[in-house]
Structure formats: C-alpha cells, structure tokens
C-alpha cells in the first residue's frame, strides 16, 4: 500500500506512507534503499538501484509473479497529481497492479491491505462496519449497574481540517449513546488543514485549537491529526484562558491498559492463573512521561522502552498477547496475537452456556476491543471510539481519567539546526524520562 500524506504537517507539504503486506509499516531493511531511490540522481541510476535491489533480494521482475499496489490519498491539493505519478511509477513495473482506493485516512488504507492479505473483507464499507459493530457491542457489554448521563455522551472532535474530519462525520449516525460534533470538518471554507488546529498542535503547545472558546468548558474533546493516525483529548479550563487540560497518548494507553487488565484479571484472577493465561506488555518511548511509566509499573505491568518511533514499539509489541503501545504525540493501538485471539473465541465458546457470568462477559469484551482496535497501525478514529467505550464502561468523567496520575513537568521544543546529523541520541536520551537520571546526565555533559 502506498498512501500520499503529510500527516500533521502544513498543507504546502505532500510525502508518502508505504505500507507493508502485513498491513503495518515498510521492512527496517528496507529503508536505504527507500532513501536511494529518493536521492537518486539521474532516471538511469534510479533504474540501476531498482534493478541491483530486485537482484538482492531476489525478486522477480518481468510479471512472473503478479501485484497489487492499494494506493490512497489525502485531502491535501498537491495528492490528486502525486497520485497519478505514483499510478505510472507502479504501472512502469510489468505484473504490478495500482489499485485506486479513493480519499481515506492513512489507518484506512493499512487495515485495508493487512485484510486484503488475510483472505477478509477489505473495502471502506467493511471497514466502517467492523468498528462501528464492535463499539455498539462494547456498549451492549457495559454492566448494568452503570448508567449514561447527557454530559458524558457529548464529545466534540477536532478533526484537524483533514480527512478524519470528513469519515467521522460519515459514521456519526451509525454510532450509539455518543453526541459528537465535528469541528475543523474538513469541509470546504471552514479551515486550513493542520493551521493552528489538530492532535500534533495540541499535543505541542497546549492550547486550544481553532473554532473552540469559552462555550466548550466542562465538555469533553478530542483531536485527530491530519491524516487521523494521532489522537488526543483535552478539556477547557476556563472561559477566560486559552490553555488545556491534556490527555495525551500516555493517559490513553494508561485508560486501556486499565481496561484490558480489569477484563483479564475477570477470566484469570489476580494471579493470572485462570483460564486464559496472557503475556500482557506495555511498549513505551523515551518521550513517555515518567509519571505514567511509574503508575503503569505499580500496576505490576510488564514496561518496556525502545527507540523512538512506531516502528520500534510495534515491533515489540508483537511479542506479546495482547501488546499496548503509545507515543506521547497520540499514535499507537492494541495488538492481539493471532494465536490468543483463537484461544480467546475458543474460551468464549466454551462459556456460552453460562452466557451471563462474569468471565464469558469478560471474554466477549477483549474479543470486541480487538475487532474495534487497528491492529495494523495507530488510528484516530477506532482508538476515539475504544476510549469512548472504556469510559462509557468505567463511568468516567474527563476528570477522573486526568486524575489517574499527575505528569511530571516537561517541555517539548524544536531547535532548527544547519545539519540534524551532527546530533545522535544513544541511551542516555531514555534516562532524561527521570528526575535522577537527568542530574546525572546534565552532570556527565558537564564534566565531559
């Protein structure tokens, strides 16, 4: 799959997203070779690499074995043309196939080839379908001792004037017990796309985006980025500031892993000892507040950290049962392991007699979440609905879920240098995530 997206960035800029079969991001080994073929400096030497890498990796060219490219694009003015370049590109490959699957969030079109590769339905409307199902299911799930109220129902959703804007508001009619209003639509006249409005502006400076005011305190919002792979909430303090009240991707992972255990320690007990036993891990970064490594920790959860970048964490989240990870900057998901999966419906199956106990019902939630969730990448509007569901399930307000720890103070800025590859980061950048750890670092600079 190839996607033509800047994400978060300004409408004046246009990149691509690859796709790899499995449905998550393009092969680490195959990253020097991507940047070759960018730097390429004449059409003969990108003929050359392509060849050379074809003859590495021993790939066939000349249509013995045939292939689908999905391609997608963004709102953004320049993707119609790049597009049609990347149409050529493919078509230039004799047995390639470029596959046009319309305007659609990047989430969109990952979940589509990892279906695509899986023998399953594959089409935006099957994509709809599953998530809008499984969050009514989420619902039906929730015990009855925990009722709704009107507050808890409204949310309002920055959509970053960008294509998440535009599919949420497609689904809006199909989705229950939830009063969402779309702003920064996306819809023509109301925005700039990422201008001062979106996840990553949010998340950044914490204020409020454009086209919210004094009139939205005390309701919950959320925001997507430009290609809707980001997500995060935040709250109106008051009438008279322009700051937010954060939610940022450690509280949203904090939020499901809470979810996810309570589910498990349903079927398991405390000691993971029950019917199902699970490897259960966190994957975080160095960008991970420490507050939130420390509270996920006196959880007894297993914490891990790897480089920075989605393709680390989602790697190591694979290794485990059910795997959560999250950027700070609001990109990750839940990963379930085929194989559990199966254990899971197979457990499910095995309980359907008692169909109201406990642990049947426990069941059929994890199944549900891992239907509602984007197991091929970070996605803005499935991950939107799955926290919805958890605080519809817990009965939580917005307050109650800031109130799950307290960040520790930190501030995030970009330096404009003449060459980024002066700088390299090592070890020493993970413990900056601790008080100790960064006198001992600022000390070590020092000395040295």
């Known amino acids: 799959g190839l996607v033509i997206t800047a994400s978060h960035n300004p409408v004046g800029d246009n990149g691509v997203k690859i796709v790899d079969a499995d449905g998550g991001m393009m092969s680490q080994a195959w990253e020097p070779f991507s940047d070759a073929l960018a730097n390429a400096p004449t059409p003969d030497a990108l003929l050359q690499l392509v060849l050379q890498f074809a003859k590495d990796e021993g790939i066939t060219l000349g249509g013995a074995h045939s292939a689908q490219v999905l391609l997608a694009r963004d709102t953004r003015p320049t993707g119609e043309y790049l597009l049609d370049v990347a149409t050529k590109g493919i078509s230039a490959i004799v047995g390639s196939v470029a596959l046009d699957m319309g305007i659609l969030t990047t989430p969109q079109l990952h979940w589509m080839v990892r279906n695509k590769n899986r023998g399953l339905k594959a089409s935006e409307a099957d994509y709809f379908t ?80 454009l086209g919210f005011g004094p009139n939205d305190v005390g309701v919950r919002c959320a925001s997507f980025d430009g290609d809707a792979d980001r997500l995060v909430y935040f709250h109106v303090t008051s009438p008279s500031k322009t700051s937010v009240d954060l939610v940022d991707g450690d509280k949203i992972l904090s939020l499901f892993v809470l979810f996810i255990r309570e589910q498990l320690d349903i079927i398991n007990g405390k000691d993971n000892k029950g ?125 109650n879920w800031c109130d799950l720890y307290t960040d520790l103070p930190s501030k995030q800025l970009k330096v404009k240098v003449k060459d980024r590859t002066a700088i390299v980061t090592t070890d020493a950048e993970r413990k900056v995530c601790q008080p100790s750890g960064l006198q001992e670092l600022i000390d070590k600079e020092v000395g040295e």
Not at 186 to 200: H, S, T, Y
């Open 275 to 399: 019917l199902l036993p699970t490897r259960f891990g966190v994957v975080q970064t160095a960008y991970a507040n420490g507050a939130s490594t420390e509270f996920l920790k006196n959880l007894g959860l297993e914490v891990v950290f790897t480089s920075t970048g989605v393709k680390y964490l989602h790697k190591k989240a694979l290794e485990y049962d059910i795997g959560v990870y999250f950027e700070a900057n609001g990109h990750g998901t839940v990963l379930f392991n085929d194989d559990f999966v199966s254990r899971l419906e197979s457990l499910t199956a095995r309980l359907s007699e008692a169909a109201g106990s406990p642990q049947k019902q426990a069941a059929l939630r994890l199944l549900a979440t891992s239907q509602l969730i984007n197991q091929a990448v970070g996605d803005a509007i499935s991950g939107m609905l799955l926290v919805e569901a958890v605080l519809q399930h817990k009965r939580w307000s917005f307050q």
């Open 130 to 209: 599953q998530i809008t199902e499984s969050f009514r299911h989420l619902l039906e799930l929730t015990p009855d001792d925990k009722g709704i109220d009107e507050l808890n129902e409204k949310l309002i959703v920055d959509g970053a004037n960008g294509i998440g804007g535009l599919k949420l508001e497609q689904i809006k009619p199909n989705l229950a017990r939830l009063d969402i209003l779309v702003r920064n639509s996306g819809k023509e006249g109301e925005g700039i796309l990422n201008e001062r409005c979106g996840a990553d502006f949010v998340q950044k400076e914490k204020v409020l985006p």
